[in-house]
């Protein structure tokens, strides 16, 4: 009996190895399939292009600012056999690595082989509370004649390739948007106050982008 009972353990785990083994082995082509398709499709992210900033308003009421801008900006798909999805899609202003505008969520879209979309949101954000340093920093560079905002992107994308839609990635769009006088009256008027002008004195100033700029993206 002892031995028809090791006979069968024997033959159990064998079969256990055989079903183990298997699994392990159907893992490996899958695993290898996917790698393939991956590596000769090769999706390349996709490239982001800010195209205009209007300033319509700024106003310094220490230490928050009050901001309202519309910014163009287009995306473009560089992919010949890849699609992408912008599943959700946030956009808003910094200044010094902080917020100016609360975040404005675009519209999702599906971007096809070598498409291009432009979105043009309106961002704004009243009386933000930001650091004492960054309201001083702004304030001086107003009155130098220039500010560099930062129009950034965040929210998940999708590949799809045929029927096949991958998971969702991270997407994060950085843009640099360099505002500077001018001389025609563009935007909004802007008071100014600080070590550039006298105590007590506005004065006021016009800003306009100066031109386009390309985006740093990551996924």
Not at 8 to 33: E, K, N, Q
Not at 66 to 76: D, F, M, P, Y
Not at 114 to 143: E, H, L
């Amino acid at each position: 009996m002892s031995k028809e009972k090791h006979h069968r353990d024997w033959i159990l785990r064998r079969c256990c190895g055989s079903i183990c083994a298997c699994f392990l082995t159907l893992a490996a082509v899958v695993g290898f399939i996917v790698l393939v398709i991956y590596l000769a499709l090769h999706p390349s992210k996709p490239s982001f292009y800010l195209q205009d900033v209007q300033l319509r308003s700024i106003d310094l009421s220490d230490p928050a600012i009050s901001l309202n801008l519309q910014v163009t900006i287009a995306s473009r798909n560089p992919n010949e056999r890849v699609g992408v999805y912008y599943k959700t899609l946030d956009a808003f202003t910094t200044y010094r690595d902080e917020p100016v505008t609360v975040p404005v969520s675009l519209p999702s879209i599906y971007q096809g082989h070598k498409d291009a979309s432009v979105w043009s949101p309106v961002m704004s954000g009243d009386a933000v509370p930001v650091s004492q340093y960054v309201a001083d920093a702004m304030r001086q560079d107003i009155s130098a004649g220039y500010v560099l905002l930062h129009v950034k992107l965040e929210g998940r994308v999708k590949w799809k390739v045929g029927s096949w839609v991958s998971g969702g990635y991270h997407l994060f769009v950085n843009c640099p948007a360099l505002l500077a006088t001018s001389g025609a009256a563009v935007g909004g008027a802007f008071a100014v106050s600080g070590a550039a002008v006298p105590a007590g004195v506005n004065t006021t100033v016009s800003l306009k982008f100066t031109h386009p700029a390309d985006c740093t993206v990551d996924v």
